[in-house]
C-alpha cells in the first residue's frame, strides 16, 4: 500500500489535488492512516475538493484511532481554535500529547506550551521544560528558545545562564529572531557568558535585520553609551 501512497503524494506534489484527493480517498476507504489523515487535511483546506471540516475531522479521527500523530495534531489546533464551536483546550490537549508521544516536535511544542501557561491542562512548569527539551534536541528552533528562556528565569527548573545560553544560540544559528535577540542580550549584560558588545551588536544586528525591535534599542542604547563604534 506504501507505493500507492507515494504515487498518490506524487500527484499531490505535482499539483493535481484532483486526482491526488481521489487516491488518497481510496486508499483511505482501506484503511491507510497516512492516507486518511491526508484527506482530512485536504478536505479541512479545500484542496483538490471542496472544504468541508466536519468530514475532515471525521477523517482525522479515523487516523488517529490508528495511532497516525499528524491526524493528532491536527485535531488539536482544530479543537484548540474553535472552529467547530466553543475552543476546547483540554481536548486539544489530549491531542497534542498523544502527538507528542509518537515523536511530533511540532506537538512536543504546542503540548509544552499549553503546560507552561496552563491551557486546557494543570499548569506545570516543570513538565513544559521536558516537552521543550524533547522538541528542542531534534531541533525544533521555537522549543530551543522557550527552553533558553526556562532556563533564562528559572521557571520550572534551576535558573541556569550557561543553559539558557546554549539553546538561545543554537536557535539563534538557525536564524530564529527572538533566539538572536535573547542571545545579543546575554552577551550584553554578561550572563552565562563573558561580556563581549561586539558580540552583542552582531547578534542584535541580525535580529534587527529579521524585524526584532527590541534588538534594534540595544543597538542604539550601545552606541549611545559609546560602547560601539559605527
Given amino acids: 500500500m506504501g507505493r ?12 493535481d489535488k484532483v486526482s491526488a484527493f481521489n487516491a488518497f480517498l481510496e486508499l483511505a476507504i482501506d484503511g491507510d492512516a497516512k492516507a486518511q489523515a491526508m484527506v482530512g487535511y485536504m478536505l479541512e483546506h479545500g484542496e483538490g475538493t471542496k472544504e468541508n471540516l466536519t468530514e475532515a475531522i471525521g477523517w482525522y479521527e479515523r487516523a488517529a484511532a490508528a495511532g497516525e500523530d499528524v491526524a493528532h495534531f491536527n485535531l488539536g489546533h482544530i ?8 475552543a476546547d483546550e483540554s481536548r486539544a490537549f489530549n491531542h497534542f500529547m498523544e502527538a507528542a508521544r ?11 506550551q499549553m503546560l507552561e501557561y496552563g491551557a486546557g491542562v494543570e499548569k506545570s512548569p516543570q513538565r513544559a521544560v ?19 528562556t526556562m532556563y533564562h528565569e528559572g521557571n520550572g527548573v534551576k535558573q541556569d545562564f550557561e543553559k539558557a545560553l546554549f539553546w538561545y544560540e543554537k536557535a539563534a544559528k ?34 534587527a535585520h529579521a524585524g526584532h525591535d527590541k534588538a534594534k534599542k540595544i543597538i542604539r542604547r550601545l552606541q549611545e553609551e559609546g560602547k560601539i563604534v559605527f
Fill in 102 to 112: 509518537a515523536g511530533n516536535l511540532h506537538a512536543m511544542f504546542e503540548a509544552a
Fill in 174 to 207: 538557525e536564524g530564529h529572531p527572538r533566539a538572536m535577540y535573547n542571545l545579543g542580550m546575554m552577551y550584553d549584560k554578561g550572563l552565562g557568558v563573558e561580556q563581549d558588545h561586539e558580540k552583542a551588536l552582531e547578534w542584535c544586528r541580525r535580529a
Fill in 79 to 86: 479543537y484548540r481554535s474553535g472552529r467547530v464551536g466553543a
Fill in 130 to 148: 521536558n516537552w521543550y527539551e524533547s522538541a528542542a534536541r531534534y531541533g525544533h528552533t521555537e522549543a530551543q528558545n522557550c527552553l533558553g
Fill in 4 to 15: 500507492y501512497f507515494d504515487m498518490a503524494a506524487q500527484l499531490y506534489n505535482d499539483g
